[in-house]
DNA sequence: CAGATTTTGATTTACGTATCTCAGAATCTG
DNA sequence: CAGATTCTGAGATACGTAAATCAAAATCTG
């Protein structure tokens, strides 16, 4: 069995008070009786149940999460999978004695996500996950919340003046160097142009996919020649309209690398002109457009970063910060994800 | 306040011990009574805190891991992941009074193995998890473990018809298929043709992989000859003088795709004659050497499955098939990884 | 309707830890 | 050495659930 609090005293010869107040490093105890109780931890291999603890303490721990409003599918799936986690009828929501709750925000307003990070610091919330966006207001206000020792953690796209005490999200400048390795194996031996089309180069992870990517062309033996960056906004519609042109106009076109959200657009243009279609087609994030495109081959690959994995990181994450405890990083890396036709996950 | 079973009690106008013996299907109760206490628990939203009942019950749950012996490093890692997990200073080994144990087995050896899933039985742990040999006896074994109640997952390499309840690993055809679909890419245009090096063909996943693999190279326009199938037993050394030859031999040998383990040998032979090098190499599994190989640019793509996430899914899927609970088969679904030089994970 | 049987209530103890109180012991201060 | 101060001990209570006992009530059987 393991040994409880009761075997420390017994072992270290002084009452279970002591231990109380050594264990949870309250004041009122000689250096020496510490270190008896210490030792006595030691060897026996003392640890704390934690299960019992936070029973004992009825802790609790509040967990917001600030995600932006809007149609983008990645998000949606994001703000599925948090309130999953927050069921209590699962096991982390039941286990762990969470509290999460969802704050939606409108979508890439900096000022209105500053007031809504304000808002929820002052519930005293054991975590704060959010999505950010590269803005001094919104850098100021998780510095607030810092200096309140509030962990905040970040997702999908990452602040990292602003003092957030975690990322969980993807490296976007690997991301984009790997899109630009595919891309380079993909047109292996041919050359052309190929077109990056982006949200908006406002945004910190566009810019860090692009920037990768570039890299990556520019290097090697036969450099690929990149077209000016086109902009659709993450909307479906302009970016229809401007992947439309883009295949019309360009007759050699090689490659297409969509480095932001709207891909609905995208598809729609690849699939009214099929027989036009550049060689390689490299998109992110999975959602049912971009599942049925890749089966039917008018995309070859998806970069993608799992939302359930982020949700859940998050939560541990923070949790962790709470209790002081550690985690594992490995577990908490967001990878990124390669999926082909043929590695697509059921569902 | 989340309610308990004394709201519940109250709510429904019966005692505690009712509550009770509705809640853990004890006998004894009258149907009429059982209806109120269920709309009470449904009114009220009650969840059990599984944390205060395994307290109470002062349940653990004993999990063993049979994995093979020898210098595999996928297996290396599995093995430090399966401690990790089992390590009581952990969250999921603190908070979920989990006391894993680790069986070694000479590696490939289908008697052994059944014998030790046989021992392991013995103790009647909370539940089995085991790296599967594919052979009639330790089919045989598992099916007395499931007959006896006791819950078996297979890792790695699966035994459908042994009546394991779970498998945590890749789909290994589309593992296969995967592989295929990036061999066709990345020789996008040219034609040659293309090995494949497997450990052994009595393995069951290394057939599922060379399936998928044939399976894609022959579909489509241009189809890539595959040369007949080395088997290199998983041995560096063996694998080494069959790639040497390969290399030295096949003059325009188009791409490799090696399937099983031994990897160390193919990049020292690949390393020996650069000039000779294939268009496209891709193999199984991270290591330090692959890892290194892929950065030097002599591999260009790595499969790979996580060894810690299949020891942490193993551990939770048990621990639902011991409580009866569900788990979430998104979370634990084992991704076939694809990774470039550029995606690589740190460290 | 008496007696047997089933169902229910009330209460207690336990799990391992946290937190509090109050008294007593040990140590320090002047 | 008295008095102040700092440490320590013993005990109680709580967290939410499980599991048991025993008595009382309700229902069924013949």
């Known amino acids: 069995m393991r040994p409880t609090v009761h075997d420390i005293a017994a072992e270290a010869g002084v009452s279970l008070a002591t231990v ?25 291999g003392y640890v704390r149940d934690v299960a019992a603890a936070n029973l004992a303490k009825s802790r609790s721990y509040a967990i917001r999460f600030i995600l932006p409003d809007g149609d983008n599918p990645f998000m949606h799936a994001l703000k599925a999978h948090v309130l999953q986690v927050g069921d209590p009828a699962t096991r982390l929501g ?24 304000d808002r929820a610091g002052e519930q005293r919330p054991a975590g704060i996950a959010v999505v950010a966006v590269d803005a001094p207001e919104v850098e100021a206000a998780i510095g607030r919340l810092t200096a309140r020792g509030i962990p905040v953690a970040t997702l999908v796209s990452d602040l990292p003046a602003s003092g957030r005490r975690h990322f969980a999200g993807i490296d976007n400048i690997a991301a984009g160097r790997t899109a630009g390795g595919l891309m380079r194996r993909f047109l292996s031996g041919r050359s052309g142009p190929v077109a990056v089309i982006a949200g908006s180069l406002t945004l910190r992870d566009h810019r860090e996919r692009l920037s990768g990517f570039a ?14 960056v086109l902009e659709g906004g993450d909307d479906p519609v302009r970016v229809e309209a401007l992947a439309g042109r883009l295949i019309a106009e360009v007759p050699d076109l ?10 609905q657009g995208l598809i729609r243009a690849l699939s009214a002109a099929p027989e036009r279609r550049p060689q390689a087609v490299l998109l992110h ?19 993608a970063q799992d939302p359930g994995h982020i949700a859940r990181s998050a939560v541990r994450v923070l949790r962790a910060f709470a209790d002081g405890t550690s985690f ?20």
Chains 1, 2 share one sequence.
């Open 285 to 303: 994030e999975l959602s049912p457009h971009t599942r049925q495109a890749l089966e039917a081959g008018l995309v070859d690959a998806v970069l």
């Open 20 to 44: 109380d107040r050594v264990l949870n490093a309250r004041v009122g105890v000689r250096a020496e009786t510490r270190e008896r109780v210490q030792a006595a931890v030691t060897r026996l």
């Open 94 to 117: 039941g286990l762990e004695r969470l509290a999460v709750s969802l704050d939606p925000v409108p979508s890439l307003d900096a000022v209105a996500l500053a007031a809504a990070l």
């Open 328 to 347: 594992d990083p490995a577990q908490e890396r967001i990878r990124i994800d390669i999926f082909l036709k043929d590695n697509l996950p059921p569902g």
């Open 215 to 228: 890299d990556v062309l520019a290097q090697g033996a036969q450099a690929l020649n990149l077209l000016p």
């Open 254 to 263: 090689a490659g297409i690398y969509s480095l932001g959200a709207g891909d």
